[in-house]
């Protein structure tokens, strides 16, 4: 119950807040909007207001707002001939397009900003307790942990993190001996070091955090700082996954519910830090040139700002069709891979 509690309110603010970037716009540009709808398929319930009509549909992965002029074949009222999608200016509609993950960024921004104001900075603590462990890496292979607080290399007493790593980068591919205290006991591990590319020696551990109270204008702007830095992260791996530098790996709605459900287990401050890195996740994903998404009806206006004229309407729409029925197609098949992962996950079949 947790997780569908979780997963309603995390798809719903991301839903949400992309289609109200949408509405918004188009109302500014004085486009008429028909329809601001949350999920697809039959009407649950609906809300006429105005010219406008309200509704929450049953499935709620997606959305959309169905404004006059969108379709070329729809004939306009004489009153409303202006206000249709297809007769305002190349850069209203990019405006109203964009708008749309422009308001993902945002969220993220928002979110962000709301756990630092809750949570405060993290900076990283000056004592020598672990926060993360990196897989693969000799302190997770000797048996070191996330909570365990070093005390000793080498025979060395250490209680500052400075000289705890003083003295594993000086030693590059040599066997150690690291004392730690867990859960109020003191245990004892060998690892041999690896040697980083200059010449440092490493076991992959990293500092637990701090957390430092911070006020409202300087979350905001930690927000923001946040959202483009994980952008960035995003995209370089975007990159190197296109060219083949790191694995392709793609989670589907499955996997996103399943790790929604941890987060909201941990904590509600988690679930607000996935939420809004699945927020820039969606608000990237729309603006890439893949026909059916932003992306690609930003670059059909933009390639009618260029020629001066518009593109076929029916032949965008067929593009556009095509373009979705292979993205459900490719959501099919991920959904599935992420259904086979979680099971073997379960069954404990996983190596």
Same mark, same amino acid.
């Given at each position: 119950?947790?997780?569908?509690?979780?997963?309603?309110?995390?798809?719903?603010?991301?839903?949400?807040?992309?289609?109200?970037?949408? $509405?918004?716009?188009?109302?500014?540009?004085?486009?008429?909007?028909?329809?601001?709808?949350?999920?697809?398929?039959?009407?649950?319930?609906?809300?006429?207001?105005?010219?406008?009509?309200?509704?929450?549909?049953?499935?709620?992965?997606?959305?959309?707002? *169905?404004?006059?002029?969108?379709?070329?074949?729809?004939?306009?009222?004489?009153?409303?001939?202006? *206000?249709?999608?297809?007769?305002?200016?190349?850069?209203? *509609?990019?405006?109203?397009?964009?708008?749309?993950?422009?308001?993902?960024?945002?969220?993220?921004?928002?979110?962000?900003?709301?756990? $630092?104001?809750?949570?405060?900075?993290?900076?990283?603590?000056?004592?020598?307790?672990?926060?993360?462990?990196?897989?693969?890496?000799?302190?997770?292979?000797?048996?070191?942990?996330?909570?365990?607080?070093?005390?000793?290399?080498?025979?060395?007493?250490?209680?500052?993190?400075?000289?705890?790593?003083?003295?594993?980068?000086?030693?590059?591919?040599?066997?150690?001996?690291?004392?730690?205290?867990?859960?109020?006991?003191?245990?004892?591990?060998?690892?041999?070091?690896?040697?980083?590319?200059?010449?440092?020696?490493?076991?992959?551990?990293?500092?637990?955090?701090?957390?430092?109270?911070?006020?409202?204008?300087?979350?905001?702007?930690?927000?923001?700082?946040?959202?483009?830095?994980?952008?960035?992260?995003?995209?370089?791996?975007?990159?190197?996954?296109?060219?083949?530098?790191?694995?392709?790996?793609?989670?589907?709605?499955?996997?996103?519910?399943?790790?929604?459900?941890?987060?909201?287990?941990?904590?509600?401050?988690?679930?607000?830090?996935?939420?809004?890195?699945?927020?820039?996740?969606?608000?990237?994903?729309?603006?890439?040139?893949?026909?059916?998404?932003?992306?690609?009806?930003?670059?059909?206006?933009?390639?009618?700002?260029? *020629?001066?004229?518009?593109?076929?309407?029916?032949?965008?729409?067929?593009?556009?069709?095509?373009?979705?029925?292979?993205?459900?197609?490719?959501?099919?098949?991920?959904?599935?891979?992420?259904?086979?992962?979680?099971?073997?996950?379960?069954?404990?079949?996983?190596?």
């Amino acid at each position: 119950m947790l997780t569908f509690i979780a997963s309603v309110f995390v798809f719903g603010i991301l839903i949400l807040f992309h289609e109200f970037g949408h $509405f918004v716009v188009a109302k500014m540009v004085g486009i008429k909007v028909y329809e601001f709808s949350l999920g697809f398929g039959p009407k649950l319930l609906a809300l006429p207001r105005g010219e406008t009509s309200y509704s929450l549909r049953l499935f709620p992965l997606g959305g959309f707002v *169905r404004m006059a002029g969108m379709d070329p074949n729809e004939e306009l009222p004489e009153e409303d001939q202006d *206000r249709g999608f297809n007769r305002k200016t190349v850069w209203q *509609r990019i405006a109203v397009i964009f708008a749309g993950p422009f308001m993902n960024f945002f969220l993220a921004a928002l979110l962000f900003a709301v756990v $630092f104001a809750s949570q405060g900075e993290p900076v990283a603590s000056s004592g020598t307790g672990i926060g993360d462990v990196n897989p693969g890496y000799p302190a997770q292979i000797a048996g070191l942990a996330a909570g365990d607080r070093i005390v000793a290399v080498d025979g060395k007493a250490v209680d500052k993190w400075a000289d705890l790593v003083t003295l594993i980068n000086e030693r590059p591919e040599k066997d150690i001996s690291i004392v730690v205290l867990r859960d109020g006991s003191e245990l004892q591990f060998e690892l041999t070091t690896i040697k980083a590319e200059d010449g440092r020696g490493l076991i992959g551990i990293y500092p637990a955090e701090e957390y430092v109270k911070v006020g409202l204008l300087q979350s905001v702007s930690l927000g923001i700082e946040w959202t483009g830095r994980f952008t960035a992260v995003i995209m370089e791996f975007i990159s190197k996954m296109i060219f083949g530098q790191t694995p392709a790996e793609l989670g589907g709605p499955v996997r996103v519910v399943s790790e929604i459900g941890k987060a909201a287990q941990i904590g509600f401050v988690i679930l607000l830090k996935l939420a809004a890195i699945l927020s820039i996740n969606l608000g990237l994903f729309n603006l890439f040139p893949i026909p059916a998404l932003d992306g690609s009806r930003i670059l059909f206006l933009i390639w009618e700002k260029i *020629r001066r004229r518009p593109v076929d309407p029916v032949k965008e729409n067929f593009i556009h069709l095509v373009g979705f029925g292979l993205l459900l197609l490719l959501m099919v098949i991920i959904t599935y891979n992420d259904i086979l992962q979680i099971f073997t996950m379960d069954n404990g079949t996983g190596q």
